[in-house]
């Protein structure tokens, strides 16, 4: 590029400064969501909902971890930049709480707020008050290869013990062809291995604090979770699962390179969906593992909308999410991409539908749901509510370096007399910090 | 030429760099400063008055402090050696006569204009990862286990993406420096009987000294902060949690600006630490 | 120092710096190729090279998705914006710095590279508040400002040493035909200091376009640069190599072809004064 084409590029760079084109538009509202595959596919639909009621809407798609980071940045400091955030049930509570985000007692009629199942609506509620509308809900439960169990000349039951998982697990495992009996995951972050080991945890006995706000990870329940779910991965799992998330694993699944993947029911959709998943005709379902001590290991999750105190569009705002969550979008994805991809576990009536209740995946989606109860989610009591998190705000910061103390243990970094200890103290210096 | 009139003159035009860039570092500084001395909690309560040094103390005394200043040396340390030692060679390399020397230059500035969100993505999930990646596949055809680069070496993993990045600018400024090198000065030496080591150790290298403290103070400025790579690769798990990724999990994960606001002071002393250090060497290569 | 040489000599080296060059070059080819195949592909064991179906699908994706042209234009707007503007701040310091020089002009010099040390997530809730305050969040021209900050100081410093090669008996010269203090910097030292300058806009809008904190936390949809698009690629559930790899293709392009097509001007310019 000669130096005079460059003074050229440069003023015309200029022009355009000076050049700037603003639309107005009667009314937009703007969106922050997640890049998962429902909230994708409802973009594509927006266009009807623009349609029907002439709101415009603008998408902001960002990628979980930078999602979260946005829109609490945003919340905490009244920035207004979003008129519905996509949250989850974590973060639902403690906004609705501190007054930040719109109580939806405002929906219609037509909506039948009542429909929506009532373990999600507790979620999503503070002191009864709902703050966001399930988008789409999950717990978690045992997705296993049928094929490779008949193979191993072992039957699943519905409700399987842990230790029949780990047997079944090593069974299934063929280095050779590079099969693995399990996969679960391991990853960093609190919504990543984070969430599973707690939700593990609990059906071990272990709890994140005592009635006092006391970290418990010096119990001797926390041990024998690390210490089993650290055997049997490395029996059985694959190589490398400290990294592995939701992702990695759906991705070691639909190759046919898992027995069982113990994670979201949402996934159910997207292994036994042909043109993604080499095994999807050979998927069978369990609930999630137990240890006899009435506690299961699933557990219970929404990505919702909800709408920020904050936003001037409030009205809009609601007439969306109205939109987006009814039993009308549900018909509106299944007319035009089957049952099997509607988004699932929010509404009662979704299960009640013969046509989506013959899924293979939809009943025992819905019984791990109804199987999930946040507000006793340990067999010791607990003074938090959540089972896979513990709803105050400090938990996203204390349990992703937890985890990460975690995944260190599981790569061999550490021994788990170390990584309990440093979770133990990172638990207790943060919630000393925060004033308990 | 310094005459009272282009003295004053000068100023004037100096003026609004150093106000902007006096504004740009007072502001949030003083912001930071003051944040720093307070216990403030966004989710619980915002902010709640002056605790003075406590979130000072708090943020040194964790174990997580230490190990973090470590890693940020390790990393940046790393980075920077890789990038003179193989920005020498390349530059030499791309300094000796051949066919398609354009090209081959172009090829290896690429990398610089790659954002570092995309090169972290890129690397991470494409070549790193231990089921699908491509080192998986070329450890496996050799018969070998595959890596799991990011929980086995992630320290090496994050240093290779990063150096993969700044490669090109080191290689850039080193060759421009290579190439002002008087060449009637080299055959000089060549006649004389020196070798080619002999040529570069006391011929070259020297000449590229100032280019090399260059490109160190520049790239050191911009590696001290690196966020991207991490957040997009390991998180901050398995050691390589760096001081900036300290703060940002004090920041945004706990949601604690106070103590954050400490760990920003703290990083401002490192990284003024390690710039003292470099400037008593650039400093008087700026005066040459 | 253009030697002439022996072919076998020159074969040599040219085998290894394509070789060399080809393996740097790497990643990026391997992430324009897989843009072009099917997720299956992407992720085949053993991976193909060229022998595939290319398909455009994933652009298609892509597109439908997400308003390319608005992010592309975004990018080039912020980073050119704040790096003219940069420039045209820079220009009149680095000049007085390189030709009346005091006592203090290197410790201007150092103070202002040692603004870049404060970590940028350490202040991002200040600077949040600030941007609401001022009612700039999302905000194109705020942006262009803050980046136009971030990037002054090695505007500055790069500017600083082009003026300080250009000799000063020339301006004397220019002086004593009457020039005054405009027309010496009109018509003796910018036509000089032109390679310096473009070579510093090069740098600077690679700088500012790669930029990926500010850009992503403080807008939403006005002023959403590239950065912002790819993070809705990043990593999604299933498969998703492909799609990564077009959205990363269609987010680098851009700036390397620019980056192409004024390497030379990029290897001439950007001394940083080390040249003497």
């Keep these: ?436 | 030429m310094a005459t009272q009139h282009s003295r004053s003159a000068a100023r004037f035009m100096m003026a609004p760099a150093v106000f902007l860039l006096l504004v740009w570092m007072l502001v949030p500084l003083s912001m930071t400063l003051w944040f720093s001395f307070r216990r403030f909690l966004p989710l619980r309560g915002g902010d709640q008055g002056f605790v003075w040094f406590e979130n000072y103390t708090r943020f040194i005394s964790s174990s997580a402090f230490w190990p973090s200043v470590q890693t940020t040396l390790i990393i940046v340390g790393g980075i920077l050696l890789i990038s003179v030692v193989f920005g020498i060679l390349l530059a030499l390399l791309l300094d000796q006569p051949m066919w398609g020397q354009g090209v081959v230059r172009i090829l290896v500035i690429a990398p610089f204009f790659v954002m570092p969100t995309v090169s972290a993505l890129v690397w991470k999930n494409m070549f790193m990862d231990p089921t699908n990646g491509l080192f998986a596949h070329l450890w496996r055809a050799f018969g070998a286990d595959p890596v799991v680069w990011l929980s086995d070496a992630p320290l090496f993993s994050i240093i290779l993406i990063v150096s993969w990045q700044w490669l090109p600018f080191a290689t850039l400024i080193l060759l421009t420096a290579i190439q002002s090198l008087d060449s009637e000065q080299l055959e000089a030496a060549e006649m004389d009987g020196a070798g080619h080591l002999s040529r570069f150790g006391y011929i070259i290298l020297p000449h590229m000294s100032r280019a090399i403290t260059i490109v160190i103070l520049i790239q050191t400025i911009f590696l001290l902060s690196i966020f991207a790579e991490i957040f997009v690769t390991t998180g901050g798990a398995f050691g390589s949690r760096t001081l900036t990724y300290l703060i940002y999990q004090r920041v945004l994960e706990s949601q604690n600006v106070g103590l954050g606001s400490a760990g920003g002071v703290y990083a401002i002393i490192l990284a003024n630490i390690v710039a003292l250090f470099l400037m008593r060497i650039v400093g008087k290569n700026l005066d040459a | 120092m253009a030697r002439a040489v022996s072919n076998p000599r020159k074969a040599l080296n040219t085998a290894i710096a394509w070789g060399i060059g080809l393996l740097i070059f790497f990643p990026i080819l391997w992430t324009i190729l897989t843009s072009f195949k099917t997720e299956a592909e992407a992720i085949a064991n053993p991976p193909v090279f060229l022998a595939f179906d290319w398909t455009l699908e994933n652009y298609a994706v892509v597109q439908e998705r997400s308003n390319y042209m608005r992010f592309l234009w975004n990018s080039v707007f912020i980073a050119g914006g704040s790096t003219i503007l940069g420039v045209i701040i820079a220009v009149p310091a680095a000049w007085s710095m390189a030709f009346v020089p005091s006592k203090r002009t290197k410790d201007i010099l150092l103070w202002m590279l040692s603004t870049k040390m404060l970590p940028a997530v350490g202040v991002l809730y200040p600077i949040y508040l600030l941007c609401i305050q001022l009612g700039v969040l999302d905000n194109r021209y705020a942006l262009v400002v803050i980046l136009m900050l971030i990037n002054l100081p090695i505007i500055v410093w790069m500017l600083y040493t082009y003026f300080k090669e250009i000799p000063g008996e020339i301006l004397e010269a220019a002086r004593m035909d009457g020039a005054g203090l405009k027309e010496e910097i009109l018509y003796v030292l910018t036509p000089m200091a032109v390679p310096g300058i473009a070579s510093t806009l090069l740098l600077n809008f690679i700088l500012a376009w790669n930029e990926a904190f500010w850009t992503l936390n403080l807008t939403a949809v006005d002023a959403a640069p590239l950065t912002a698009f790819i993070a809705s690629y990043s990593s999604p559930e299933g498969l998703f190599f492909a799609k990564l790899s077009a959205a990363s293709t269609m987010a680098i392009a851009p700036i390397l072809i620019l980056g192409w097509f004024s390497q030379k001007q990029l290897v001439r310019g950007l001394t940083f004064g080390a040249v003497k």
């Design chain 1, 1 to 436: 590029m000669s130096s005079k084409t460059l003074i050229r590029t440069t003023s015309a760079l200029a022009l355009c400064l000076t050049a700037s084109a603003a639309f107005a538009q009667d009314t937009t509202i703007t969106i922050a969501t997640v890049n998962n595959g429902d909230m994708i596919r409802m973009q594509g639909y927006t266009d009807q909902f623009t349609e029907a009621t002439g709101i415009a809407v603008e998408w902001v798609t960002l990628e979980e971890n930078v999602l979260r980071q946005r829109v609490t940045t945003d919340i905490t400091t009244n920035g207004g930049q979003f008129d519905i955030m996509t949250i989850g049930m974590y973060e639902t509570p403690i906004w609705g709480a501190n007054g930040w985000l719109v109580p939806l007692d405002g929906l219609s009629e037509d909506y039948n707020v009542d429909d929506i199942l009532p373990a999600m609506r507790g979620g999503l509620s503070h002191e009864g008050t709902l703050y966001a509308a399930p988008f789409y809900g999950e717990s978690s439960m045992v997705m296993y290869r049928t094929d490779l169990m008949e193979a191993a000349g072992l039957e699943m039951p519905d409700a399987p013990t842990w230790e029949f998982i780990r047997e079944a697990a090593a069974a299934m495992t063929d280095r050779e062809n590079d099969v693995n009996g399990i996969c679960l995951r391991g990853k960093p972050g609190w919504g990543e291995g984070g969430a599973f080991i707690t939700a593990m945890s609990n059906s071990f006995g272990a709890r994140w604090f005592d009635m006092d706000w006391n970290a418990q990870f010096d119990t001797q329940p926390w041990l024998d979770t690390l210490t089993f779910f650290e055997g049997m991965m490395s029996e059985s799992g694959p190589a490398g699962y400290a990294t592995n998330g939701f992702n990695e694993n759906l991705s070691l699944f639909q190759q046919g390179l898992c027995g069982m993947w113990i994670d979201a029911t949402v996934a159910a959709s997207f292994v036994t969906n042909p043109e993604d998943s080499e095994v999807a005709d050979s998927v069978g379902f369990a609930l999630a593992p137990d240890n006899g001590l009435g506690v299961r290991s699933n557990w219970l999750w929404a990505w919702a909308l909800a709408i920020p105190a904050g936003t001037q569009q409030a009205d809009a705002a609601l007439q969306f999410i109205e939109w987006a969550t009814s039993s009308d979008y549900i018909e509106l994805v299944a007319e035009n991409e089957g049952w099997a991809n509607v988004p699932p576990g929010a509404r009662t009536s979704l299960y009640e539908n013969p046509n989506y209740i013959s899924v293979p995946f939809a009943q025992m989606t819905l019984d791990s749901i109804l199987s999930a109860d946040p507000n006793n989610s340990t067999v010791e009591p607990s003074p938090y509510v959540g089972i896979q998190f513990a709803a105050i705000p400090e938990f996203a910061g204390i349990a992703s370096e937890v985890s990460q103390e975690f995944s260190a243990f599981y790569a061999g970094q550490q021994t788990v007399e170390e990584a309990l200890a440093n979770a133990q103290a990172i638990t207790s210096e943060a919630m000393e910090a925060a004033g308990y």
